[in-house]
């Protein structure tokens, strides 16, 4: 599985956009990024996954390199409830299992 | 909206007795898996379940556990004889089938051994 490599941790002041990076270097053509919270200690949270287009939903949006070797997850306004630990996972081939790595933890301040 | 649930919510053991914690994943989901989260370090993979098999396994999933789908609902990870560091969190995902489809994971079971 391609590995991925992310800030240990990051801050973002409240209503402002959250960028959170991610470096896949190693990712094959058809694994998708995925990115998944964890608030305290819940259930990881789905936030959102790209293969190769930049995607957008209601949470966030994603941009993928064209190289595919890195992303950043955009948080458009942060706020408070955003607080967590955000994970940037490459799906192994199978497509069946999610490797958790350290993730980064965001912080937002008010 | 669908959710993974998952019960107890939290559990309080003595070390060398059986275990089980329940999930219920998504109705139409037919990939099951199960992780685990130690205070204060990753989440971990443990076990991954298709078509009534374990599908994939980790290192950590040896003989102590093992998983059930018992009925067309619940799915189920049994610790036959816990140990002090069997102490986590336990999560309960599913998904529909197939790659490029999204896991979801429940709020997971507290496991403490004493």
């Known amino acids: 599985d391609a590995k991925t490599t992310q800030p240990p941790s990051m801050d973002c002041a409240e209503g402002r956009a959250a960028n959170l990076p991610c470096n896949h270097s190693t990712i094959s053509g058809n694994e998708y990024v995925y990115w998944y919270r964890q608030i305290h200690s819940q259930g990881p949270q789905y936030i959102i996954h790209?293969?190769?287009n930049n995607e957008t939903n209601e949470m966030a949006s994603l941009i993928i390199t064209e190289d595919r070797k890195s992303s950043t997850l955009i948080l458009p306004h942060a706020t408070l409830r955003d607080t967590a630990v955000y994970y940037c996972i490459v799906l192994n081939n199978a497509g069946n299992m999610l490797t958790f790595g350290g993730g980064t933890r965001l912080m937002v301040k008010p | 909206e669908p959710e993974v649930t998952q019960t107890p919510s939290h559990q309080v053991t003595q070390m060398g007795q059986e275990v089980i914690l329940r999930c219920v994943p998504i109705s139409n989901h037919l990939y099951f898996y199960w992780y685990r989260q130690i205070l204060g370090q990753k989440v971990e993979f443990l076990v991954s379940?298709?078509?009534?098999?374990?599908?994939?396994k980790s290192e950590i999933f040896d003989d102590q556990f093992s998983v059930e789908r018992p009925d067309g609902s619940n799915f189920t990870l049994k610790i036959r004889s816990t140990k002090l560091e069997d102490s986590a969190m336990y999560f309960c995902?599913?998904?529909?089938?197939?790659?490029?489809?999204?896991?979801?994971f429940g709020e997971g079971s507290w496991l403490t051994v004493v």
């Open positions: 379940f298709y078509n009534n098999e374990i599908s994939e």
């Open positions: 995902a599913s998904k529909i089938t197939g790659s490029g489809n999204t896991i979801y």
């Open positions: 790209g293969l190769k």
